[in-house]
């Protein structure tokens, strides 16, 4: 690899970008990839502050911007791995116990990967879309959620209208768990593609909540098609 010199700022800092040169057997997709991770300010972040991803920022940019996450709260996060959500709303909602004098939340993390421990997150190792799956999560769960959270995502196919009926067929399957376990007044938050969630999808949200929002975070990047769905106020069950 090798450095050079991309501009300059302040008290005579240089910006260095990260070159990747190309390896024997190595494709151009895999060099592109890699040189962006290793220039991608959130991903540096991420490595000083220990977090498991760079997607603990874009949790962290939807909190910061809707505040929804607060000590007490009780949260399930859908496709958590490698568990970068679950360490933010575990510290924001004091799962742990780290705060002494503020409520202690719940934070309950599912994915079909198997993720590493975290500190106030209890996990779940199941493939959430299997028949019966909700009743496991409901189980473990034990009782309402205040907040329901899907960053789950199907492997791409590149073939854009393909790639969206798949992500909203995630998204109607986390929708209609929230419905089910949501205390009034919760919060769901997805992932979509961007144009957000389709005409079927936004009309039932509409019913079940008070406010219905699309965010893309900054540190969701430019040129991905994901934005997130929020929805606020959840009406109750019928």
Request: with cysteine; net charge positive; glycine share 10%.
């Amino acid at each position: 690899m090798s450095k050079e010199e991309k501009g300059s700022s302040g008290r005579g800092q240089r910006h260095l970008f990260t070159r990747v040169k190309t390896a024997k057997g190595r494709k151009l997709s895999s060099k592109m990839w890699l040189e962006r991770q290793l220039n991608d300010p959130y991903v540096k972040r991420a490595n000083a502050e220990n977090r498991r991803s760079r997607a603990a920022y874009k949790l962290s940019e939807l909190d910061d911007k809707f505040k929804f996450l607060a000590p007490g709260k009780r949260v399930v996060d859908l496709g958590c791995a490698p568990g970068g959500w679950c360490q933010i709303a575990s510290e924001r909602v004091n799962s742990a116990g780290e705060y002494k004098k503020r409520p202690a939340g719940f934070v309950l993390g599912v994915d079909l990967q198997e993720v590493d421990p975290i500190s106030g997150v209890e996990l779940l190792h199941l493939d959430f879309m299997d028949e019966g799956a909700d009743d496991i999560v409901k189980a473990a769960l034990g009782g309402p959620a205040d907040v329901v959270l899907s960053d789950m995502a199907a492997s791409s196919t590149g073939h854009r209208q393909t790639d969206h009926l798949r992500i909203i067929d995630l998204c109607e399957t986390a929708a209609l768990f929230a419905k089910d376990v949501l205390v009034p007044g919760g919060i769901f938050a997805a992932k979509v593609l961007r144009g957000g969630a389709d005409a079927d999808l936004l009309a039932q949200l509409k019913r079940d909540y008070k406010t219905i929002r699309h965010f893309k975070p900054a540190a969701s990047r430019s040129d991905s098609a994901e934005m997130y769905l929020y929805a606020e106020g959840f009406r109750g069950r019928d």
